[in-house]
């Protein structure tokens, strides 16, 4: 709505000329261009996060057929020269083939870690699960898993997906940041939304003044392909709390 004024020889205001002008249909499409750039963002963020999944496959096939093949393969001969060798030889021996077997399974770890087998099979919770035993076996942490009558049955396996790779990418900050000791990991689901949080007891540090690197970039991204939203919470010294809480999957009717 527009307004102007009409005054008369003597700047006396005669009347007020009013005009009203229907933006119904740029607002409409204002809307229409604002859905499509989100779109095409949620696109753009799809094919990247599928790029990463088909790297990472290809990456832990690689590790288990041929790198993880090639070790085994060492560790035969290594017991054929056990046989042979004796003194320090044998010592030098025992020694190589127990380091070997440790590569051997820290590799199988990455592998699994980088495809899990588990998450279509046996599903989210004892993927999650699964995750939790190898951080136990691997680090000095104190992991608490808690999923209070969490039914994953309706949640497309997408999603499982991206919950299981942002506990992981969290996870994966934490082993390399925090300094914590402490972590705590929890599933909750209600009829509005599915809520998954990853805290931890380590060094923590400002919000404002840190700089999101990689591994939190992609978990606001993975949120947000399906309308979810993170929350990251944390202070110097306080540890970190990471939330994220994405709309419950409609019921197929």
């Known amino acids: 709505m527009n307004a102007e004024p009409v005054f008369d020889g003597?700047?006396?205001?005669?009347?007020?000329?009013?005009?009203?002008?229907?933006?119904?249909?740029q607002k409409r499409m204002a809307q229409q261009l604002t859905e499509q750039e989100i779109q095409k963002q949620k696109l753009i963020t799809q094919a990247t996060i599928d790029g990463q999944e088909k790297e990472r496959q290809e990456i832990g096939k690689e590790l288990h057929d041929n790198i993880n093949?090639?070790?085994?393969?060492?560790?035969?001969?290594?017991?054929?020269?056990?046989?042979?060798?004796?003194?320090?030889a044998r010592e030098m021996v025992d020694l190589a083939e127990k380091n070997l077997a440790e590569i051997v399974q820290e590799i199988r770890q990455m592998s699994q870690s980088l495809v899990p087998p588990t998450l279509g099979d046996i599903g989210l919770v004892e993927s999650v699960q699964d995750l939790c035993y190898a951080l136990k076996r691997t680090h000095s942490f104190q992991i608490d898993f808690q999923h209070p009558h969490f039914d994953e049955s309706g949640i497309p396996e997408s999603m499982k997906l991206m919950i299981f790779r942002i506990i992981q990418e969290q996870v994966n900050n934490i082993i390399r940041h925090a300094r914590a000791q402490k972590i705590a990991i929890s599933l909750l689901a209600d009829a509005e939304q599915i809520q998954v949080s990853i805290h931890d007891n380590g060094q923590g540090f400002d919000p404002q003044q840190h700089k999101k690197g990689m591994g939190l970039n992609n978990i606001v991204n993975r949120a947000a392909?399906?309308?979810?939203?993170?929350?990251?919470?944390?202070?110097?010294?306080?540890?970190?709390?990471?939330?994220?809480?994405?709309?419950?999957?409609?019921?197929?009717?």
């Open 69 to 88: 093949q090639h070790l085994t393969t060492t560790r035969l001969y290594l017991e054929v020269a056990r046989d042979k060798a004796i003194g320090e």
């Open 225 to 253: 392909l399906f309308d979810g939203r993170a929350q990251i919470i944390s202070a110097p010294g306080q540890g970190c709390t990471v939330t994220v809480t994405v709309p419950a999957p409609e019921e197929e009717g």
């Open 10 to 25: 003597d700047q006396q205001l005669i009347n007020v000329v009013c005009s009203f002008t229907d933006i119904s249909e």
